[in-house]
């Protein structure tokens, strides 16, 4: 159950775009195509960004957008936004039922 | 209204033990499956425990195996976390979180703050 390994810090000027990977194993998510990915602002509660790769939940803005290759996965934020700043966390469905968080990216931006 | 609740965190000694709460409201909470996830302070997300909707399967991280417990009660549409042998470095801010089989963590609750300290 090691962590997935994500990009400590990522940074982008407004209206660029920026990426963010997370790396796992087949264990996770080289095997299953269930990556999320959480928007999170300090001292709050994680927001749902992007489910099942791919997926955007009702009310996420369209400049957010994931993909997978292999083992991994990434997150794409397009137009970069002054709100945009925030830190991003990874999740994989992983062997056993279990789950596994990304290390988590801090993006600022410039 | 979607929304969950934690309570029940607190500060205690090692070794003690203290039950989570999460108090569900605003969907059919007996058709989803429920996680537990924790964050040390300035630390990432980190998952602990998952339920699923009848409570018959549950899986938890590798380094609370055997000493946490993950529950529900879908008559009080309520989850538990009942945690034993407590040690320092379980100290976090532990969130409950819904999850529809396995897709994606939404909503999440506000949080509840253990810390294990002498």
């Known amino acids: 159950q090691s962590a997935l390994t994500q990009p400590a810090s990522v940074s982008g000027s407004p209206g660029q775009s920026i990426t963010i990977s997370c790396t796992g194993t087949t264990s996770d998510v080289g095997s299953y195509n269930l990556v999320s990915w959480y928007q999170q602002y300090t001292g709050k509660a994680p927001k749902l960004m992007i489910y099942?790769?791919?997926k955007r939940p009702s009310g996420v803005s369209n400049r957010f957008s994931g993909s997978k290759s292999g083992n991994t996965a990434s997150l794409t934020i397009s137009g970069l936004q002054a709100e945009d700043e925030a830190d991003y966390y990874c999740c994989s469905y992983a062997d056993s039922s279990t789950f596994v968080f990304g290390t988590g990216t801090k993006v600022t931006v410039l | 209204e979607v929304q969950l609740v934690e309570s029940g965190g607190g500060l205690v000694q090692p070794g003690q033990s203290l039950r989570l709460s999460c108090a569900a409201s605003?969907?059919?909470?007996?058709?989803?499956?429920m996680h537990w996830v924790r964050q040390a302070p300035g630390k990432g997300l980190v998952w602990v425990s998952r339920?699923?909707?009848?409570?018959?399967?549950?899986s938890y991280a590798d380094s609370v195996k055997g000493r946490f417990t993950i529950s529900r009660d879908n008559a009080k549409n309520t989850l538990y976390l009942q945690m034993n042998s407590l040690r320092a470095e379980d100290t976090a801010v532990y969130y409950c979180?819904?999850?529809?089989?396995?897709?994606?963590?939404?909503?999440w609750g506000q949080g509840t703050l253990v810390t294990v300290s002498s």
């Open positions: 339920i699923n909707s009848e409570g018959s399967s549950t």
């Open positions: 979180a819904r999850d529809d089989l396995g897709s994606g963590f939404d909503p």
């Open positions: 605003g969907f059919t909470f007996s058709t989803y499956w």
């Open positions: 099942e790769v791919s």
